[in-house]
């Protein structure tokens, strides 16, 4: 415990400092002015505003037809190897001199 005695009072050093650091410069408040808005981003948030979708579809009668499809049950087919990774192939075990 003696051995570590130094290091747990740096440490607490270290956190009491970051603390007291935190504290002191937490009571600044930097006020942000948004700049003006213009060009490209203008345009772009004018040109979204302006598309209008045709929410028709969803009442009309081919669409309210659909119906979705029965699960597929895969339960009965063979699944691939149990490791993709490894080589088709035996590998070389015959030892050559």
Same mark, same amino acid.
């Given at each position: %415990? %003696?051995?570590n005695l130094p290091? =747990? =009072?740096i440490v607490l050093l270290v956190i009491g400092g970051g603390i007291w650091w935190y504290q002191t410069n937490s009571t600044e408040v930097v006020q942000i002015t948004p700049g003006p808005v213009s060009g490209p981003t203008l345009?772009?948030?004018a040109r979204i505003?302006? =598309?209008k979708m045709d929410t028709s579809i969803f009442t009309d009668q081919q669409f309210l037809a659909l119906v979705s499809?029965?699960?597929l049950d895969v339960s009965g087919l063979v699944t691939g190897r149990p490791n993709p990774f490894i080589s088709l192939t035996k590998p070389d075990t015959t030892v050559r001199r």
């Open positions: %415990m %003696m051995k290091t =747990i =009072i345009e772009l948030v505003r302006n =598309i499809q029965p699960v």
